[in-house]
């Protein structure tokens, strides 16, 4: 039963930084493509970053140099660092995990970002 677990949300000024971790269990995370999304109310959900099994990396325009990506295979974690808060950059956000073998996913049960002075 593979299981996804995020952390690190919260209230956070505009500006600010925010770092959020995702902790997959149950699998061979190294087999695994992940993704960080993100919903805001009345929005869809959109892909914000992703980090292919082998260390590449994507991101939405709207965050490119503002938030980095990364994971740690040995921990079975991936991590989304973010800087330069605004207010548009609060949401939901989700942790996603593609197994690239059978292509099924995996997500958490999302954690809230708020950025508000």
């Known amino acids: 039963q593979v299981q996804v677990v995020e952390s690190g949300g919260g209230l956070v000024q505009p500006g600010g930084s925010l770092r959020l971790s995702c902790v997959v269990s149950?699998?061979?995370?190294?087999?695994?493509?992940m993704g960080w999304y993100r919903q805001a109310p009345g929005k869809q959900r959109e892909l914000v970053a992703s980090?292919?099994?082998?260390?590449?990396?994507a991101y939405v325009d709207s965050v490119k140099g503002r938030f980095t990506i990364s994971r740690d295979n040995t921990k079975s974690t991936v991590t989304l660092q973010m800087n330069s808060l605004k207010s548009e950059d609060t949401a939901v956000y989700y942790c996603?995990?593609?197994?690239?073998?059978?292509?099924?996913?995996?997500w958490g049960q999302g954690t809230q970002v708020t950025v508000s002075s």
């Open positions: 996603n995990a593609r197994a690239v073998v059978s292509n099924r996913e995996f």
């Open positions: 149950g699998s061979i995370f190294a087999l695994f493509d």
């Open positions: 980090i292919t099994k082998g260390g590449t990396t």
